[in-house]
């Protein structure tokens, strides 16, 4: 029989101070579908819940900064002069 870890799931509150943003932009990215949420149904406004393992599989599933180094504006400027 599988068990769930009641640890692992989040409110907005808490899911938002893990991530460190403000809980508004984390139910904006729910709402679009951009990281793993779940609407609670049987309520009139959704009330949503988070995993830790679904956060933290978007946090490192793109980076947002590349490792591969890239030429800046000012480095091609003073190429061209």
């Known amino acids: 029989m599988d068990t769930v870890d009641n640890g692992d799931w989040m409110t907005p509150a808490e899911a938002a101070a893990y991530l460190k943003v403000k809980p508004r932009s984390l139910l904006l990215w729910a709402r679009q ?14 009330v949503w819940r988070f995993r830790r393992q679904d956060l933290d599989a978007t946090l490192l599933s793109k980076p947002v900064v590349s490792s591969v180094p890239s030429s800046s504006v000012r480095s ?6």
């Open 33 to 46: 579908g951009k990281l793993g949420a779940y609407a609670l149904s049987g309520t009139k406004r959704r």
């Open 76 to 81: 091609e400027d003073r190429r061209t002069q």
